[in-house]
């Protein structure tokens, strides 16, 4: 019989990561969802039959702790993320722009670095970076996120290079206009108003099980075929910039 896979998803305790997490117990993954909200983890690990670890990813000591006790892996979903303001580069906090690079970029590398060992044991590991079209290309207001997720996919770019030859497969998937629950609440300090603002007249901006749906798809694929790079848009949106909007 054939043991169960693997798979560890950081930042599942709402949006895109918990839909993660639950498409990925559906495709019959033992799937270990890590955040730090305790309560909202533990609720979704009984509904999928998973495990919760609270971890801040920006935490290395604790991240190498939960490599440590966390045994097999094959699959890690650098999920954890997020955005803070929209304020110019010439007004940018500095402190915003640092809580970003730590949770978009050192999050991933922490999580990457102590799961490798596991990963690379596994003899067909996978390891996924939930970047964002900001990845690649820049907006006014998005200085800060922009840089991160800049940074964040240069770490997968990097990081296939480095492991080619490796039973390692480094995947990047870079979604668009997302309605997940809170990014643009956390973006806007709270402004339910300026959050809803951001999706004003769009029909159908992506959703988080849309993500999720692409995270599955591009783990599961046979072990000798690597998605590099997916970029995922809802259809009102061409660009960073252009949005058709009703």
Sequence with gaps: MTEQKVAVVTGASSG????????????????VLTARRTDRIEALAK??????????????AAVDAFAAAIGRVDVLVNNAGGAIGAES????????????????????????????????????????????TAALAAYEGGGGYVAAKHAAHTIAATLRLELCGEPIRV????????????????????DEDKAAAVYAGVAEPLTSEDVADTVAWA???????????????????????????A
């Design 89 to 132: 580069v010439e007004a940018g906090d500095p402190a915003d722009w640092l809580a970003m690079y730590e949770v978009n970029v050192l999050g991933v590398l922490h999580m990457t670095q102590a799961l490798l060992p596991a990963l690379r044991a596994s003899g067909d590991g996978t390891v996924l970076v939930l970047s964002s």
């Design 219 to 245: 783990v599961t694929r046979p072990p000798h075929v690597n998605i590099d790079l997916l970029v995922v848009r809802p259809r009102a949106q061409a660009a960073n910039h252009k949005v058709h909007r």
């Design 16 to 31: 895109i990561g918990a839909a993660t997490a639950r498409r990925l117990a559906a495709e019959g993954f033992d799937v």
């Design 171 to 190: 995947i990047e998937i870079a979604p668009g206009m997302v309605k997940s629950e809170g990014f643009a609440v956390t973006r806007f300090r709270g």
């Design 47 to 60: 509904e999928t039959g998973g495990r919760a670890y609270t971890l801040d990813v920006t935490d290395r």
